[in-house]
């Protein structure tokens, strides 16, 4: 049964840091493309970075870029999110997904998701 668990959120000021895990179970993630992702309130779900471990790719969004960074850990089977330098404008629920082929821009696209963890950005 594949799972994705996703975990790290919380409360943090604007220039913190906080670091999300995204644990797969049922699949070894170095198979699939794993991607984060994002929903605001009133706002639609948007990919934050994606890491496919089978062809070294990396994709960051454009207002995340130089701030997050996307890892995978083969032993622990988890890709990270390392987010540093956080903005208010980064709140939101933070989703990881797999897809079985490579990293795509499109949520619908994505075969299997974690439940969200709420990161929450003080000013």
């Known amino acids: 049964d594949v799972q994705l668990q996703a975990s790290g959120g919380g409360l943090v000021q604007t220039g913190g840091s906080l670091r999300l895990s995204c644990a797969a179970s049922?699949?070894?993630?170095?198979?699939?493309?794993i991607g984060w992702f994002r929903q605001a309130p009133g706002k639609e779900r948007e990919i934050v970075a994606c890491f496919s471990d089978s062809d070294r790719t990396q994709y960051y969004a454009g207002s995340v870029k130089g701030r997050f960074t996307i890892s995978g850990d083969n032993a622990e089977n988890t890709v990270h999110l390392q987010m540093n330098n956080l903005k208010p404008e980064d709140t939101a629920v933070y989703y990881c997904a797999a897809h079985a082929v490579f990293c795509t821009l499109a949520p619908l696209e994505y075969h299997y998701w974690g439940q969200g963890t709420l990161v929450t950005v003080s000013s």
């Open positions: 049922g699949f070894t993630f170095d198979d699939y493309a």
